[in-house]
């Protein structure tokens, strides 16, 4: 079975703080991507990366970051924390080869708020 | 501009009966369809896909719809279980574009009363 873990399940922080989101998948995984869940809004992406060290800009990067140095690792980046961040962050990864899936497997998510 | 919208917020049906969930799109090149779903506390769980060379897809109680003309796709649930009671993301995706990316509703939360 596919396991996305991420680091933290709840996470408070206090505007202006860098914060630090990581997700770690063992299934060797080309692709992974960083979603936001708003009620209302439904799963927002925002970075995505389709191998180490590359990275392409989803739908709302502003004020986030990404780093991915191993294929296994996609790190997610808040340069300085806003309220308006206070969200569930969701990962996911998933692989070209699957057939005709393009599947996503995601991790538990992390429920982040900003004071 | 919201290119897969899933108009309906919340539904209520009961334990046993049949549970529509509708899903539109705006862009035709969309070439497959997927739904998922998610539980409070845990992260999305693939359900069920549909290829726009189909227009039906059927996994044991779940069955998914796609009407290409209407840019329009249903899944339906028969019979509910009070365990389907979730939120259900439609997602669409361009098969031929190779990103991986998929592009997500604003979900429909189902509840199924027993």
């Known amino acids: 079975d596919v396991k996305v873990t991420q680091s933290s399940r709840y996470l408070v922080k206090r505007t202006g703080e860098k914060v630090f989101l990581e997700c770690v998948q063992d299934?060797?995984?080309?692709?992974m991507f960083w979603y936001r869940q708003d009620p209302g809004l439904g799963l927002r992406l925002i970075y995505f990366?389709?191998?180490?060290?590359?990275?392409e800009k989803g739908d709302i990067p502003e004020g986030y970051s990404v780093s991915r140095e191993k294929k296994e690792r996609f790190s997610l980046i808040l340069e300085s924390a806003s309220t308006n961040q206070t969200s569930m962050y969701l990962c996911?990864?998933?692989?070209?080869?699957?057939?005709?899936?393009?599947?996503?497997?995601f991790g538990p998510g992390t429920r982040l708020t900003v004071l | 501009d919201q290119q897969v919208k899933q108009n309906s917020p919340s539904l209520s049906v009961q334990e046993g009966r049949i549970s529509i969930l509708n899903c539109d799109y705006t862009n035709s090149m969309f070439d497959y369809f997927l739904w998922y779903k998610k539980y409070p506390a845990e992260g999305p769980t693939f359900l069920i896909s549909i290829s726009s060379i189909k227009d039906k897809n059927e996994d044991g109680r779940f069955t998914v719809f796609l009407n290409k003309s209407a840019k329009h796709l249903s899944l339906h649930i028969v019979p509910s279980q009070p365990g389907d009671s979730a939120v259900y993301f439609c997602a669409a995706t361009l098969l031929s574009g190779n990103t991986g990316k998929l592009i997500f509703g604003q979900g429909t939360t189902l509840q199924v009363k027993p």
């Open positions: 299934m060797d995984h080309e692709n």
């Open positions: 996911a990864s998933s692989s070209p080869g699957q057939k005709l899936t393009d599947t996503q497997y």
């Open positions: 990366s389709y191998d180490v060290k590359m990275k």
